[in-house]
Every structure is written in structure tokens, then in C-alpha cells.
């Protein structure tokens, strides 16, 4: 995914950059980036390897050196960033978010018409540089900026620091990630995250809309492309990737989290099932709000059979290795053995991707003497991979345990019954479930319905992207 977090102030605010991008680690585990403009020393800019030091950690000298009343910061899962451009539009520096699909189709269209890219690792083109080449195609940066998001397939959304000092924010087209708008009594800030800005004293002012661009001075905010009418703001931004304290389009993350583990609670007392559980146990970390609801609605006492050790390895994901990273995963979990031997346990999971490293967790419950262990997914069987945002991207739509599992009943022949295999209501539906239940020896597997959640969500279902869940644009 990645985050980003920018600033225009009266005063220096390379510090309120640097805490504000740091708000947005949970987005984010490859690079970290920021740039400052002053009218002392232009530009400066600091590019960071963040995949196994926290982002504070490597810029906590580097702001001892930048100076400016105008910066941009980053967290990004992709490319270096943010990016400084020299162009028609003068000197900028730019970060984006999102992710270009048809990347390779564009590179060759732009060097047709004479644009050099500096190449990276293995002759890839930096994302960033993409948008800014055709940004620059057009006469003016917000026209540019419209240009690119129109040609790019996937989404782009991003922050733009002029050498004028002023700071264009832009949402993706289809609003698939946020831009909120901060202020305090010297200036302005742009965040991918809310929170980053209000605990730096910045007021919540206004959200961008799909496809808006923004521009912010000390002085204030302007609007210089309004907001369009189509919106598909990602799902995932409350079931997973969102931090508890986020909220987007007026909707708590946190509170979503609660009542989506409510809706699930009541489809299990409906069908009679799980009615034997000792306790309600949600899987750190994204997990444990959707727990906690399912918890208060079933009046099953919520307990935390496992606690995970982070001071190390924050986040099991981080190495590049795929066995260092099972390994970590495993090293993580200590088991209160009270809480564990002899109980029947139901879990709540944001979602089941893959399964690699659940499967481990529910033969460490068993380990450790659990009696019954019963599966919650916080979402639907995830049937797609992404391709627009950075969520469930693999090789292949067959590395996701779901597609698999269907392609190991029905050959073939399943992919077109994919909505049936999604529905619990359907036979398809109830085999998948077993099957997918028998492989990581569970007791029980439920997924939460798409009309459950767009229930918690409580926005209209044509605002939501459910790609991942039903192949729908």
C-alpha cells in the first residue's frame, strides 16, 4: 500500500513531517522518504531503506539537517520515493500512492516521444517517475495531473511540492485511497491518515473527493479540480490495512471493525453454530476489534489465548525470504497454555489470503492443547488479485487458498461458479468451507458475507471496491 503526509506552513515543519510520515508505518515496510524545499538550500532530500529499521530510526538525524517551510514525506511498499523531477513545470518533488498496471505499455509510449526514465534494479521504471512524465505532457500540473490518473491502470493518488513552495494534493480518480486535509494557525497539511495530523495540533477540515486536486499554501487550501461523481474506496482500508484509530469517509475503522464482528456473531446464532465456545479470540492485530464485536454480540467472554512478541520484528512480513518470514511468524506467538488446553476456541482473522501461515498458527493452538479451534474471516473469500492497490498481488490468483481450492473440486470448470463458491448460502459455498476448514484443521470455517460487510462499513456498496471478493470494477 504506503502513506503519505505533507505540509505547508509559516513556519519550519520538517519535524511535523517527519512525525506525521511515521504515523504511516503500518501502510507500509520497503522505503521511507522525505524532502523539504527553504529558500536557504532548495530541495533536500533523504530516500531510506525501512524493511528492517523503523522509519523514525533512519531520519532521526536527517531532520537535525532539513530545513522548510514546505515537505512532503512518505512510507511507501514500492519504489523510491518521494522523487525530485525537473520539467516544464519547473523543479518539483513528488510521491505517489497506488499502483500502475499497465506500466511497461506506458514506458514505451512516453521513450517513443522522447522521455528518458533513469532505470532501476533489473531495468524497472520507478512508478513515481511514470506519473511525472505524464504530468508533464500537459500544459499546466493540474491538467498533467487529471492526464496521468486518466491513462494510468490501477490507481494514483499523490503529493506534489512545488518549487513555489506550495504543496498540489491529488485523490485517485476513483478515490480508492484518502487524501484528508489538516489545519492549524500556521498553515496547512495533506494526509493519507487523519490521526497523523491531529496529534501534531492540525484541526480535520475537509476530505478530498475521487479525483479532486488541492492546492495548499500557508494561507490555506483551494480546489483546482473538483471531486467526481464515481467512487470506489477500497474495502480493505477497514477490514485490514486502516489503523483502529483511521477513519475514512466519515467512517471509524475502529467501529466498523466492532459491528462487522457483530454481523458475523449474529449469522452464527442464526444457523446454530459454534455455540459450544469457551472464548472469543481475535488474531493480532487487525483481527482483535472484529473479535471484540463478535465477543460483545455472542456474550462469549473475549480472552487472548496468544500474545505476540513484537520488539524485534514488528511485523512478520518483513523479511524478503518466504521461509524466514513462516519463521518469524512462528517465533512470534507465545501461548498462555491456561488459556489454551482443553477450550474450544473461535478466532476472528481480518481475512485468509493464502492460509500458509494460519494453518501454522492453528497446529501451535493444538500444540498446545486446544480442544476445538474455529475460524472467523473478517471478510469474504478473497477470489481475485488486487490490481489496484497492493493487497492479495501474487505470481498467480491460484497462490490465493481460495482460487485453489476451487480449482481442486471443480477443475477448471469452477471459475465459473466462483459467486456461487463465495455464497455460504450454496452447496459450492459449503464445500469450499469444508475443504478449506479440513486443510487448516479447523473445527469450523465461516466468512463474513458482502452484504455483512458492507453492513459494518455503512457505506452505499456502489462506493466500495469488492474486487477482491467478486471480480466487480
Known sequence: MGGFFGAVSRRDCVTDVFFGTDYHSHLGTRRGGMAALSAEEGFQRYIHNIENSPFRTKFEDDILRMKGRACIGCISDTDPQPILIRSRHGVYAISTVGIVTNGEALTRELISSGWHFGAMGGGKINSTELAAALIDRKASLQEGIRYAQEKIQGSLSLLLLTEKGEILAARDRLGRTPIQIGQDGDGCCA???????????????????????????????????????????????????????????????????????????????????????????????????????????????????????????????????????????????????????????????????????????????????????????????????????????????????????????????????????????????????????????????????????????????????????????
Open 191 to 473: 494526509s493519507f491518515e487523519s490521526f497523523a495530523y491531529q496529534k501534531l495540533g492540525y484541526r480535520s477540515v475537509y476530505e478530498l473527493g475521487p479525483g479532486e486536486v488541492v492546492r495548499m499554501t500557508a494561507e490555506g487550501w483551494e480546489t483546482l479540480v473538483p471531486r467526481g461523481d464515481k467512487m470506489r474506496i477500497c474495502s480493505f482500508l477497514w477490514t485490514y490495512y486502516g489503523y483502529p484509530t483511521s477513519c475514512y469517509e466519515g467512517v471509524s475503522v475502529e467501529v466498523m471493525r466492532n459491528r462487522n464482528g457483530e454481523i458475523m456473531a449474529e449469522a452464527d446464532r442464526a444457523a446454530g453454530r459454534a455455540a459450544d465456545i469457551d472464548s472469543v479470540c481475535g488474531v493480532p492485530d487487525s483481527g482483535v476489534a472484529h473479535a471484540i464485536g463478535y465477543s460483545n454480540r455472542a456474550h462469549v467472554p473475549y480472552a487472548r489465548p496468544f500474545i505476540k512478541y513484537t520488539p524485534t520484528w514488528p511485523r512478520s512480513f518483513m523479511p524478503t525470504a518466504q521461509n524466514v518470514r513462516n519463521q518469524v511468524a512462528k517465533m512470534k506467538l507465545i501461548p498462555v497454555h491456561e488459556l489454551i488446553e482443553g477450550k474450544n476456541l473461535l478466532f476472528v482473522d481480518d481475512s485468509i489470503v493464502r492460509g500458509t501461515q494460519l494453518r501454522e498458527t492453528v497446529e501451535f493452538l493444538y500444540d498446545n492443547g486446544a480442544e476445538q479451534v474455529h475460524m472467523r474471516s473478517a471478510c469474504p473469500p478473497i477470489m481475485y488479485g488486487c490490481k489496484y492497490l497492493n493487497f492479495s498481488r501474487g505470481t498467480s490468483e491460484m497462490e490465493l487458498i481460495a482460487r485453489k481450492t476451487v480449482r481442486e473440486l471443480e477443475g477448471e470448470n469452477g471459475e465459473k461458479h466462483l459467486e456461487e463458491y463465495a455464497d455460504a448460502s450454496t452447496s459450492r459455498g459449503r464445500q469450499l468451507r469444508e475443504q478449506i476448514g479440513c486443510r487448516l484443521k479447523l473445527t469450523s470455517l465461516e466468512y463474513q458475507s458482502l452484504d455483512g460487510l458492507t453492513r459494518a462499513v455503512g457505506l452505499p456498496r456502489c462506493n466500495l471496491c469488492t474486487y477482491c471478493w467478486n471480480g466487480k470494477e
